[in-house]
């Protein structure tokens, strides 16, 4: 099984007998500073990602290097149990590194500890989602959509239609839409009129 240390700027991650057999080295070491997230993965097999390189891939044990498209992962994993992850950057020959050791839990905690200080907003947001700063308000500028939040950014739009204009179309098609057959302006033919007469009272009946 492996273990994970800092030491001082750089982050080891020394591989067990087993491991180092399978993937033909007995550590890996990368800057502190490349150290960008680290997470436990409660499902081992997730992190197997890509195409398998150098290394030995047996089921429930896995040690070696994984070809991914951000570049090549290190893997050193046995199922029955969570794995620490590690997420890096730039200056890490790998763009991500899964192992399994003993408490992954608390090994997690102090690499996060060991986090660069500048990485990251600062302000709880996740870092991975850019920063897009909002535009600046410029003194005479245009509503936005005709509103007051538009007016506060300062970017011009085009005025909103005319609402009376609009007003009275709908208003205008509603009438037509309900006109009464035989009203005045229908379009529709006036209904034949009925005679008031019986028929077969006594003034039919006489010749």
Not at 5 to 29: K, Q, T
Not at 142 to 165: F, N, T
Request: proline content about 11%; glycine content about 14%.
């Amino acid at each position: 099984m492996a273990r994970v240390s800092v030491e001082g700027d750089e982050v080891v991650v020394r591989l067990g007998p087993r491991e180092r057999m399978a993937a033909r080295r007995s550590a890996i070491r990368v800057p502190a500073t490349a150290l960008r997230r680290a997470h436990v993965e409660a499902d081992w097999w997730r992190v197997l990602r890509g195409e398998a390189g150098r290394g030995r891939w047996r089921p429930g044990r896995c040690a070696g290097i994984r070809r991914t498209t951000e570049g090549e992962d290190f893997v050193a994993v046995r199922a029955g149990g969570p794995v620490l992850c590690m997420d890096l950057g730039a200056g890490s020959p790998f763009a991500h590194v899964a192992v399994t050791v003993a408490d992954p839990g608390a090994v997690g905690r102090r690499l996060r500890a060991a986090l660069p200080a500048d990485d990251g907003p600062g302000d709880g947001s996740d870092p991975s989602v850019p920063h897009v700063p909002l535009p600046v308000a410029q003194e005479g500028a245009g509503p936005v959509g005709g509103g007051a939040r538009g007016s506060a950014l300062g970017v011009r739009q085009p005025p909103p239609p005319d609402e009376e204009r609009v007003r009275r179309a709908n208003a205008d098609r509603v009438r037509r839409d309900h006109v009464l057959p035989g009203a005045a302006g229908s379009r529709l033919p006036r209904p034949p009129a009925v005679s008031s007469r019986t028929w077969g009272s006594d003034e039919e009946a006489e010749p």
